[in-house]
């Protein structure tokens, strides 16, 4: 008969400390929303350490401690503070069984190479860990703002219905106030009138300068390139004020022209960068194969340099309309009342009114920020396939 290797076990010197230190990051998050950030990270590394011996040397069974846990954190933040804190509580008690059970068995070197040291494991998820906590505390401002959006009652905060779900503690009224309000609905029209143009501008422009600046015999390339490129590098205060004694100048300050001219100069940066990118896997000997058939500049750009070229100038046109749709610095130094922005007006809306319809409108702009996003994706990824980076 053969002997089954057992399976091999962590200390609980390793194991217990760690479960301990993501207890008291726990322990931070809640004692800060209690007012007790130190107590929350004393009470939450105790406890979790706790937790862990717990599972692990006692209990034993995987499944039925994860889900006591859960259900006993539930039930704790069911009486702490409703609904809201009982999901949020049966969140961590999953999480923190899984996590035990997960570094006592030893799981968490199976997607590791075999040969890494203990501290090369430990870079290892600490690096994952981190981004994580980066991405975190990114999203959650947006993740906040969006449940807000749907308070029945003009407040920036959630008010106890709410946090009990309940119904009447929730309303459509800030969107429908976004909808039929005149203001809001004059700054859209200004910020759909403004941003396309400025975008076809910024494509027009930057996509020119990338082609050109992608040949090699083009002199002080690398000076014109970060030139073109400074609207992304140097502070938005000071190229509003900037453009503002520029085009107080010349007669473009507070025209329709003037803030179109200013949002393309701000969005070529990203059209020059992405099609720049785009143009790296491009096979110059198509140019010339075009030229020998008889084709000239016109229909080799149109014809064979573009559709090759394509996902990249789509992507940096979907960043220079976002840049545009949402810019409200340089509007307010070169533009005026008549090109009132969504995103000035949401400016006014929090300097003069506290107006709760901003949390409809800046959630309508996440909604529309993520499509435009998911599509620059898809088109990054069609671009590698067509370079032959990715597979089909």
Known sequence: MVALTPISRTPVSFYVPVVAAAGAFAGLLVGTAQ????????????LMAAVAYVLTQIIREEKAGIWGLTALLAVAGFFMGGIAAA?????????????????YEGRYRAKVAPYLTPRQVLWHFTFRVICGAILVFLITPILVVMPLSFNAEDFFTFTPEMLRFDPAGYSMKHYEDFFTNSDWQGALKNSIRIAPAATLLSVGFGTLAAIGLSQPHVPFRRAIMAILISPMIVPLI??????????????????YAGVVL???????PFVIITVTATLVGFDNSLTRAAANMGANPVTTFFRVQMP?????????GLFAFITSFDEV????FVGSAGQKTLP??????????ISPTILAVATILVIVSIALLTVVELLRRRSERLRGMSPA
């Open 35 to 46: 007012g007790s950030s130190l107590l929350g990270i004393i009470l939450g590394a105790a």
């Open 87 to 103: 999901l949020i509580g049966a969140a961590f008690g999953w999480f923190f069984g899984w996590f035990s059970f997960w570094l």
């Open 238 to 255: 000071i190229s509003a004020a900037g453009m503002y004694f520029f085009y107080s100048r010349i007669g473009l300050q507070g025209t």
């Open 262 to 268: 200013a949002h393309a100069a701000l969005g070529i």
């Open 308 to 316: 090759l070229i394509l996902p990249g100038v789509i992507s940096g």
């Open 329 to 332: 610095v340089v509007v307010l």
């Open 344 to 353: 000035w007006q949401m400016f006014t809306g929090l300097r003069e009114q």
